[in-house]
């Protein structure tokens, strides 16, 4: 199944607002009812495909045959841009200035590094496809011409199980759900589990280093990396013959986060582990932000570390998005901030955390709400896309930032940059409400994931962009990180810029011109166009 072209997922999973969430919109923020509904797919003019006839049979060659060179409107338009609000505001509006003039479809690593040597033959530019699941700009090239997208979907196998070193290697156009579900088969599981986990592939996992709900208990996904497969226009570059090594600079570092900037990932050799056989997830209230955030420092740095730890603050608590799925429901709407732990393993082990953990919380300030919220937010965990779909149809902007630093930064970022976006949007007369969580723990510190919902105003993405960019220099005056898991894309690249150093970015650079000397891979993605 593909993703809804104009929004987020499965579409029969979408759902209205609730009355009470409706109205509160309007009382609250000013929201009002959108005037004429988002155009159809059929409504869109589709501009032509401009890719050029020798460029074209180049890459059907490439592919072995026509049927995988797709220049049909409708396969286009599904690959044109990503999935932050932004990018579904302009498609809805009919706005196809940066469609693909074709999608690829490769079956292979041999067939990835045809296509790339044919694109760079005729220089055309490619972007890497996985899930379109980017929200930072990831599929939105900077473009001078015709470019292609490089859909990996049919690359999608588990190459190898290892049960003995506990490792696999799996295609990058494989689908979470569906390499769950070939590890399960063996009593394995990945355990990497973002909000984007329904659609997002494994290759995009590795190429914008992301971070799952279970990151206290199972890591990064770029810390369960063992090694990598990559294509690129001069050849191939193979990193990783064991799980540590002293051998010069790790070479998958490079790979990691890098965006398609370098290469197509065409294979990635994972850590996995048994699969666990308890879960339990359960609610815990703190009297303020300051003092949850202490409870999960704790419990970071001295243990016992839960599989899963988050903590929303007053805001998100009060209206329930630390539950996405009790929204207008009352079911969270007392002060004070929710965490949620989750215990994952066996039934010895995960009771055992489970009673430590507990004795840190309490003596934290904290009080045991049971497990009827840890599961509500287990079963409701990957809903707030399609809740961000309901609130622009009613005519609300949703939009989501996120951002890292350590622990003695934290109240002054999570200030910075909760000041930087009601400001900003107060100022053009959309005062918005701002959320926040903590949704990933380390020892040295941890994420901040904001949310913001506000109305749209007459123009919400220029609204949007003038935020963006105080929040982004927010983060980097507070000391954060522009992206702790959302990854660069062009939306953070000039922060990426700044953060990285006029020294790191030249190597980078150096890096890039070895790799691809003609500059044709996501162009201006992770790195301005030189």
Known sequence: MDMLWSGWGDPAKATPLPGTVTGLLHDLLGVKPREAAPLALEELTVPDSDLPPAAHRALAGALGGEQHVR??????????????????????????????????LPASHDEVVAVLRACAEHRL????FGGGTSVVGGLAPER??????????????????DPVSRTATLQPGLRAPRAEALLAEHGFTLGHFPQSFEWATIGGFAATRSSGQASAGYGRFDEMVLSLTLATPEGTLDTGRAPRSAAGPDLRQLILGSEGAFGIITSVTVRIRPVPETRV????????????????????????????????????????LAQPDAIGSGG?????????????????????????????????????????????????????????????????????????????????????????????????????????????????????????????????????????????????AAGGTISHHHGVGTDHRDWYVREAGPLGIGALRAVK??????????????????
């Open 281 to 320: 997830y359960e609610g815990w209230r703190f009297a303020s932000f300051d003092q949850g955030a202490t409870a999960l420092r704790r419990l970071a740095q001295d243990g016992p570390r839960p599989t899963v730890l988050r903590l929303s603050d007053e805001t998100e608590t009060l209206v329930g």
């Open 513 to 530: 011109k070895r790799l691809d000397p003609a500059g044709l891979l996501n162009p201006g993605v992770l790195l301005p166009a030189d």
């Open 125 to 128: 530019p490619l972007v890497p």
């Open 71 to 104: 220049t049909d409107p409708e396969t286009r338009v599904r690959h044109t841009r990503g999935k932050s609000t932004p990018d579904l505001l302009r498609i809805r509006a009919g706005e196809l200035d940066d469609i693909p003039a074709a999608v690829l």
């Open 332 to 476: 969270l709407q007392s002060a004070g901030c929710t965490a949620v732990a989750g215990y994952e393993g066996t039934a010895e082990d995960t009771a055992h955390r489970r009673e430590r953990a507990a004795a840190v919380l309490r003596e934290c300030g904290g009080t045991p709400l049971g497990e009827e919220p840890g599961e509500r937010w287990a079963h409701g965990r990957y809903s707030a896309p399609y809740l961000r779909d309901s609130l622009l149809d009613a005519g609300a902007f949703a939009e989501t930032l996120e951002t890292a630093t350590f622990w003695s930064r934290i109240p002054e970022l999570y200030t910075a940059v909760r000041d930087a976006l009601t400001g900003t949007l107060t100022e053009a007369g959309t005062p918005p409400l701002v959320m926040c969580h903590i949704s990933h723990v380390y020892e040295n510190g941890a994420s901040l994931y904001f949310t913001v919902v506000s109305a749209q105003g007459e123009d919400p993405v220029a609204h949007w962009t003038r935020a963006k960019h105080a929040a982004s220099e927010a983060i980097l």
């Open 144 to 161: 001078h011409g015709p470019f292609v997208a490089l859909d990996l979907r049919r690359m999608d196998a588990l190459l190898d199980l």
